[in-house]
């Protein structure tokens, strides 16, 4: 086979052109977006698997992606993903468990009426 110049090419040096570049050996490392993108289902139901209350759980999941974010530089890839990211849900939620507002507060549909306060309603008429 000869080249556009008229020079020999042998076989090793088409078949070299044609295969796929290798890898590169460092791969990029994955961004909070990407890890939100590719496993945010994955965080939502494992704090809702673990406890965490409907009402906390974005709260709590804005928590855990502010870990990821400053932690992921220490995921080495040896593991999957989600075991990585569920390690950092647990100890999250088990934190959020460990507050002192979070086991007093009860949430209540109304305020309850206080029975020592008298109506006062009937009292007020319109003139």
């Known amino acids: 086979m000869?080249?556009?110049?008229?020079?020999a090419q042998s076989s090793d040096d088409v078949s070299r052109a044609l295969d796929p570049p290798p890898p590169d050996p460092t791969p990029?490392?994955?961004?909070?977006?990407?890890?939100?993108?590719?496993?945010?289902?994955?965080?939502?139901?494992?704090?809702?698997?673990?406890?965490?209350r409907d009402a906390d759980r974005d709260d709590v999941l804005q928590e855990v992606l502010v870990v990821v974010h400053r932690r992921?530089?220490?995921?080495?890839?040896r593991g999957p993903m989600a075991?990585?990211?569920?390690?950092?849900?647990f100890r999250v939620a088990a934190a959020h468990r460990?507050?002192?507002?979070?086991?007093?507060?009860?949430l209540w549909?109304?305020?309850p009426e206080d029975p020592r306060r008298p109506d006062i309603r009937p009292t007020l008429r319109r003139h």
């Open 28 to 52: 990029a490392r994955p961004n909070v977006t990407t890890v939100y993108q590719a496993h945010g289902d994955f965080l939502w139901v494992t704090l809702q698997r673990l406890g965490v």
């Open 109 to 111: 549909g109304s305020v």
């Open 98 to 106: 460990r507050r002192a507002y979070v086991r007093r507060e009860q």
């Open 72 to 77: 992921l530089h220490t995921f080495d890839g």
């Open 2 to 7: 000869t080249t556009p110049t008229g020079s």
């Open 83 to 89: 075991a990585w990211l569920f390690g950092v849900c």
